[in-house]
């Protein structure tokens, strides 16, 4: 069975977000209260960043089972890193955890003992900032991100294959995207091929498609384009993605299309269920 290395320090993983950052990532998302696209998705991945890092948190630091790149496309693509780790690629999951770009104080709602909920500070870590400006240069990125991961395959054969997460509100400007996607999974390891999955981010309101197993009830061209570049998603993350309310089948593809906010964070969560760390 493919997808199910372990993963280890000798033999880690990869992970690679490809983050539109378009000029219509201003556009609002929420209905009760409406934040801008760019906010939500950089607030889930440095969120996602620090859970990663606190689950390879061991006596001694954190482990390096991943290496992580967070790759910004719109008026430019490339590293969407900030502060000491700007400009950097895939960097070893250690060296992202001891160097935030910054760390805010938030508020946080939490349960106060007697039904209602209370405020309270938080540190949060950011280590990526909201960008939205240019086009959508998926093209470009995914061409970019299969060079990550044919340079990651030939030094890790024996790993876990790399992941890449491509968060997006719209269509690529610069190309059919369908070729540089296979690029993408064309690359394996021992293994199993690289996975590529896709979360379109909407402010059109209705129910987000999750994880649809065929293309039939998705709405358009463009939708269906998005389904066919997702991989399959692996045995072991279908069952999670099954324990938490989805609708799975062993067709079932990495893909939301019109995703809410409830659905990127849940979508990142799955996307990056990785195997046994050891």
């Given at each position: 069975?493919p997808?199910?290395?372990?993963i280890?320090?000798?033999?880690?993983?990869?992970?690679?977000?490809?983050v539109?950052q378009s000029?219509?990532?201003?556009?609002p998302?929420?209905?009760?209260?409406?934040r801008?696209?760019?906010?939500?998705?950089?607030d889930?991945i440095?969120r996602?960043l620090?859970?990663?890092s606190?689950?390879?948190?061991?006596?001694?630091?954190?482990?390096d089972?991943f290496?992580?790149?967070?790759i910004?496309y719109?008026?430019?693509v490339?590293?969407?890193f900030a502060?000491?780790?700007?400009?950097?690629?895939?960097?070893?999951?250690?060296?992202?955890?001891?160097?935030?770009?910054?760390?805010?104080?938030?508020?946080?709602?939490?349960?106060?003992?007697a039904?209602?909920?209370?405020?309270?500070?938080v540190?949060?870590?950011?280590?990526?900032?909201p960008v939205a400006?240019?086009g959508t240069?998926?093209?470009?990125?995914?061409?970019?991100?299969?060079?990550?991961?044919?340079?990651w395959?030939e030094?890790?054969?024996?790993?876990?294959p790399p992941?890449v997460i491509?968060?997006?509100?719209?269509?690529s400007?610069?190309?059919?995207?369908?070729?540089a996607a296979?690029?993408?999974t064309?690359?394996?390891?021992?293994?199993?091929?690289?996975?590529l999955?896709?979360?379109?981010?909407?402010?059109?309101g209705g129910?987000p498609?999750?994880?649809?197993?065929?293309?039939?009830n998705?709405?358009?061209?463009?939708a269906r384009?998005?389904?066919?570049?997702?991989s399959p998603?692996p045995?072991?993350?279908?069952s999670y993605?099954?324990?938490?309310?989805q609708r799975v089948s062993?067709?079932t593809?990495?893909f939301?299309?019109n995703?809410?906010?409830?659905?990127v964070?849940q979508?990142?969560?799955?996307?990056?269920r990785?195997?046994e760390?050891?």
């Open positions: 069975m997808y199910t290395a372990e280890s320090r000798t033999h880690p993983t990869c992970i690679v977000f490809l539109d000029t219509s990532m201003t556009d998302i929420g209905d009760e209260e409406p801008r696209k760019a906010d939500v998705v950089a889930a440095n996602l620090t859970e990663l606190v689950k390879c948190a061991k006596e001694e630091g954190v482990r089972y290496h992580v790149a967070v910004g719109g008026a430019t490339g590293s969407a502060g000491s780790l700007t400009g950097r690629d895939l960097v070893p999951l250690s060296e992202v955890a001891d160097n935030p770009a910054r760390v805010e104080d938030r508020t946080k709602k939490v349960p106060d003992g039904g209602g909920l209370v405020e309270t500070s540190k949060f870590p950011l280590w990526m900032d400006h240019g240069p998926m093209n470009r990125a995914l061409q970019y991100a299969a060079t990550l991961v044919a340079g395959t030094r890790h054969p024996a790993s876990f992941i491509n968060l997006t509100d719209g269509e400007t610069d190309g059919d995207p369908v070729e296979a690029a993408v064309s690359h394996a390891t021992a293994d199993g091929a690289a996975l999955f896709n979360l379109h981010v909407s402010d059109a129910s498609v999750s994880f649809p197993d065929s293309d039939a998705l709405p358009d061209t463009y384009t998005l389904f066919t570049m997702s998603l045995g072991h993350m279908r993605a099954a324990s938490q309310g062993d067709a593809r990495g939301v299309y995703a809410d906010i409830a659905a964070v979508f990142l969560d799955i996307g990056t990785a195997t760390l050891r």
